[in-house]
């Protein structure tokens, strides 16, 4: 690493020279990795690697010793493995007929039974599953493309079989590649006893698919580098791993500073594109791999700075990693609004970080207690995931698990608040949302609510089914979960909300005392020309005191055409009583939504389930409440009290 300083030197210049030409917003990365602060990590890379591989061993063997035993007999088995084929005409059956689980199916097998292996010889260390490990590795790097199928498309030559020449990094070349430089680096001395072949072939194939493409193209849209670029978690998960590959294996001096130059100018667009408060538009499952991602990034520059480089100060980025535990509900219940998952248990070591980072105990308490949801706690799923969790296990798994979730907050960049009764008759939890209808992974839902009752879901968000082919077409939102009569709206002179940026929240307003919360917002500009909205505000008051939400839908249209109505979406069946509709829960308690009769008529509908990801959350059948406006007066206010005992 000590040949090309000058030249190195003189190509951080003219980096730094583009950067201040080109101009970003804040620039966190920029102002904390100086030309000087690069320097000295590609000065000392060899000694830095040297030192994260003896940690990386000295933790896996301080691991217990019953998880250690888990992790080998898990190995055991994958060392009897046989490797599946990767057939072209599954890669090309997304293109076909839209599926892309087939082939994704197989090739996930093989990125799992390959990290099972990995981290049952990091564990053992006696070389029993070397032999097995040189097979996955060969069929890997003998793979045509690591990118899904579902991703291939952004190619010149469009959807259907990759072109090799024309490399594209994905979500899935990233990880694969992280993974990789991590095996070259912890097991290339085994390897090269089978072959010194595999080692060079590892290297040659990650500079091929990763390291000169991601120099040398500035067209993938995930890099944000191009005029009004779409950024989401793509852009720093990508990053990340590609950071991984090169800290862990690039030994051109010049080439590492340029990586590291080019990594802080597009992962600056995915932090410039958040908004102070931190709030992640794609919603908490996606929180994962966007603020957990920038989570572990943060982490390895630190730690690859020697101590010059600090993010601790960075409030906003704190507030990116706080995020997740504001959207939390209750066990592994989150907010699910636009793609995101109602039910999930998020890594707690991506969580920890953010404590760890920033020094906040009630985070690094949070992140414990999710341990005590996982089982088992360690990841074997990826190699860097497993390394990630074994650094910190023993602090993880000791520490406190009472964290402290606000009784009300409000994210003003998203119109998301989040209200807690904390009663002692049930914990009543109110979730709503402004924004608009073109966030990354939008439904049609400004505007809409979902409402908790201690663990158990009682208005709901029905959230995104699996993955196919129309899911990010144009035929999105023929698909009855995204689209707005099947979130807790009205429809207006029946029509429903539409997509798109320009349809949104507008005057988002949010007072608390402390004691009670009020949110307030108008709806109108979501729907379209079409509905004759001037004005539709909805307003809620939550009275922990009384475990009651006082909503408020006052309206006022340019013409009335049809009537106008509410639906309301519950997985538990509801009964019509005289004022409206009583939800019996399994717990024994209840949720009454009553309002005044004379003013408005009830209907019900019921909605089979048959997608197997909605019904994992949901079960097998979902329910419409309908509330027919009486009222063909312009101006008008419907009022509904939400009552739990």
Same mark, same amino acid.
């Given at each position: ?39 000295? $990590? ?23 010793? %019953? ?23 599954? &890669? ?29 010889? =990091? ?42 020449? +024309? ?38 194939? =990650? ?33 990340? !791993?590609?950071? #991984?590959?090169?800290?862990?294996? /690039?030994?051109?001096?010049? #080439? ?11 992962? +600056? ?24 991602? =920038? ?13 010059? *480089? ?77 390394? $990630? ?8 798994? !000791? ?24 009663? /002692? ?44 082919? /129309? ?31 320009? &349809? ?37 008051? $939550? ?9 408020? +839908? #006052?309206?006022?249209?340019? /013409? ?32 009454? %939504? ?20 909605? *019904? ?5 059948? =979902? ?17 509904? #009290?939400?009552?739990?005992?």
């Amino acid at each position: 690493m000590k040949r090309n300083r000058t030249f190195f030197k003189i190509l951080l210049l003219l980096s730094f020279v583009m950067l201040q030409i080109n101009g970003f917003a804040q620039q966190i990365l920029k102002r904390h990795l100086s030309n000087t602060v690069v320097t000295h $990590m590609v000065d000392h890379i060899d000694a830095w690697r040297l030192e994260k591989k003896n940690k990386w061993y000295h933790v896996i063997q301080e691991l217990p010793v %019953i998880e250690k035993a888990r992790i080998i007999k898990v190995a055991e088995k994958a060392n009897t493995f046989s490797w599946p084929s990767l057939l072209a005409t599954k &890669y090309l059956e997304y293109k076909t007929d839209g599926n892309r689980t087939r082939y994704e199916d197989d090739i996930n097998t093989r990125r799992s039974v390959l990290s099972q292996l990995v981290i049952g010889e =990091l564990v053992e260390r006696e070389g029993r599953f070397i032999p097995q490990i040189a097979n996955g590795l060969w069929l890997m790097l003998e793979e045509s493309t690591w990118v899904s199928p579902a991703h291939i498309g952004v190619q010149k030559s469009g959807i259907g079989l990759p072109d090799p020449m +024309d490399e594209y990094i994905d979500l899935g070349a990233g990880r694969v590649a992280a993974d990789l430089a991590t095996v070259y680096l912890l097991l290339g001395d085994q390897l090269n006893r089978i072959s010194p072949m595999i080692t060079k072939k590892i290297k040659v194939v =990650l500079r091929n698919r990763i390291i000169n493409p991601y120099l040398t193209r500035d067209d993938f849209w995930w890099m944000a580098l191009q005029p009004n670029a779409m950024v989401n978690n793509w852009n720093i998960w990508i990053n990340t !791993n590609v950071l #991984k590959v090169a800290l862990l294996m /690039e030994e051109n001096p010049a #080439k590492l500073g340029m990586i590291l130059q080019k990594l802080t100018r597009s992962a +600056d667009q995915f932090i410039d594109s958040y908004a102070e408060d931190g709030a992640c538009e794609e919603g908490p499952s996606y929180w994962m791999h966007a603020g957990g991602e =920038l989570g572990q990034m943060l982490l390895w520059l630190e730690d690859v700075s020697g101590g010059e *480089v600090t993010f601790k100060e960075d409030r906003k980025l704190f507030n990116i990693g706080n995020y997740i535990l504001n959207s939390h509900i209750y066990g592994n219940r989150y907010i699910n609004f636009a793609d995101a998952e109602a039910m999930q248990i998020p890594d707690p070591a991506k969580i920890w970080t953010y404590g760890a980072l920033f020094n906040d105990d009630n985070l690094k308490a949070y992140a414990s207690y999710l341990t005590t949801l996982k089982s088992p706690m360690m990841s074997l799923g990826t190699v860097q995931d497993f390394l $990630m969790h074994a650094l910190i296990y023993p602090v993880l798994s !000791n520490h406190r698990k009472d964290f402290i979730a606000p009784q009300f907050y409000f994210y003003e960049s998203l119109g998301q608040a989040t209200m807690r009764s904390l009663n /002692e008759k049930g914990n009543l939890f109110l979730a709503t949302i402004g924004s608009n209808n073109g966030v990354s992974h939008n439904h049609n839902d400004v505007g809409s609510y979902i409402l908790y009752l201690d663990s158990i879901p009682v208005l709901i968000d029905a959230g995104v089914g699996t993955y196919t082919k /129309e899911t990010f077409s144009r035929n999105r939102y023929t698909l009855w979960n995204m689209q707005s009569q099947w979130h807790n709206l009205p429809i207006i002179n029946g029509i429903q909300q539409k997509d798109g940026k320009s &349809y949104r929240a507008e005057n988002v307003q949010y007072v608390s005392n402390g004691k009670t919360a009020h949110y307030r917002v108008d709806i109108a500009k979501a729907y379209p020309k079409e509905a004759e909205v001037r004005s539709w505000i909805r307003g809620f008051k $939550m009275d922990p005191r009384n475990n009651t939400i006082d909503v408020n +839908d #006052k309206y006022q249209l340019e /013409e009335f055409r049809k009537p106008q109505s509410i639906s309301f979406i519950s997985r538990i069946k509801p009964q019509l009583v005289k004022d409206g509709f009583l939800l019996q829960l399994d717990n024994g308690k209840k949720v009454v %939504i009553n309002f005044e009769r004379e003013t408005v008529t009830f209907s019900l509908e019921t909605k089979e389930i048959e997608d197997p990801r909605l *019904v994992k959350v949901w079960g097998g059948m =979902l329910y419409k409440m309908n509330v027919l406006i009486k009222s063909t007066e312009l101006k008008n206010q419907v009022m509904y #009290k939400i009552i739990a005992n």
